[in-house]
Nanobody
Framework: QVQLVESGGGLVQAGGSLRLSCAAS????????MGWFRQAPGKEREEVAT????????YYADSVKGRCSISRDTAKSTVYLQMNSLKPEDTAVYYC?????????????????WGNGTLVTVSS
């Protein structure tokens, strides 16, 4: 089993920045492909950014490319999502997800483990 705990969400004005963190426990972090997904009200959960177990392969959705950066810290068993130039349309619950040895891109349907989510609200 893998436990994922997100943090870092909140309310920010358009153009601002946030850094989300996801701490993993329960299994060797270095074997987990991980990523960030989001779900806005009335919409399906979508992939935002994902990173392979090695950290060498990343994927970004077109909607966030150039504004977001995903990274992982093996020593802390934590994956981060740095989000800059935030827009109101980025408002959603952001979920951390993981799958063993997964290689990006990752469909939400293929994620084995989920965190509880953290709310990001971007005001205009």
């Amino acid at each position: 089993q893998v436990q994922l705990v997100e943090s870092g969400g909140g309310l920010v004005q358009a153009g601002g920045s946030l850094r989300l963190s996801c701490a993993a426990s329960g299994r060797t972090f270095s074997s987990l492909g991980m990523g960030w997904f989001r779900q806005a009200p009335g919409k399906e959960r979508e992939e935002v950014a994902t990173i392979s177990a090695s950290g060498r392969i990343t994927y970004y959705a077109d909607s966030v490319k150039g504004r977001c950066s995903i990274s992982r810290d093996t020593a802390k068993s934590t994956v981060y999502l740095q989000m800059n130039s935030l827009k109101p349309e980025d408002t959603a619950v952001y979920y951390c997800g993981a799958r063993l040895w997964a290689v990006p891109p990752l469909s939400p349907r293929n994620i084995n483990y989920w965190g509880n989510g953290t709310l990001v609200t971007v005001s205009s």
